[in-house]
């Protein structure tokens, strides 16, 4: 196990992102975020992690907003 709890696993991370694990891994390999490998297992910072799910949670709303706004003024 690397040295403190602010790394997890890949599947891990998967997991709290909602996708599969192959699709995060996936995402590492292009750079997505930083990969940790110790003792032939994928870790991230569990920072990371959060950062990526805030900035989805940020999109998805800005995108529920955007279709509001064009329902509106569609009425």
């Known amino acids: 196990m690397l040295p403190n709890e602010q790394y997890v696993t890949v599947e891990d991370a ?6 599969q694990p192959i699709t995060l891994r996936h995402w590492l390999a292009i750079g997505t ?20 799910n805030e900035a989805c949670q940020c999109r998805n709303q800005r ?13």
């Open 14 to 19: 998967a997991r709290q992102i909602e996708v």
């Open 63 to 75: 995108s529920a907003a955007e279709r509001q706004r064009m329902y509106a003024v569609a009425s």
């Open 33 to 52: 975020m930083p990969q940790f490998e110790f003792e032939s297992r994928g870790y991230v910072l569990q920072a990371d992690v959060d950062a990526f």
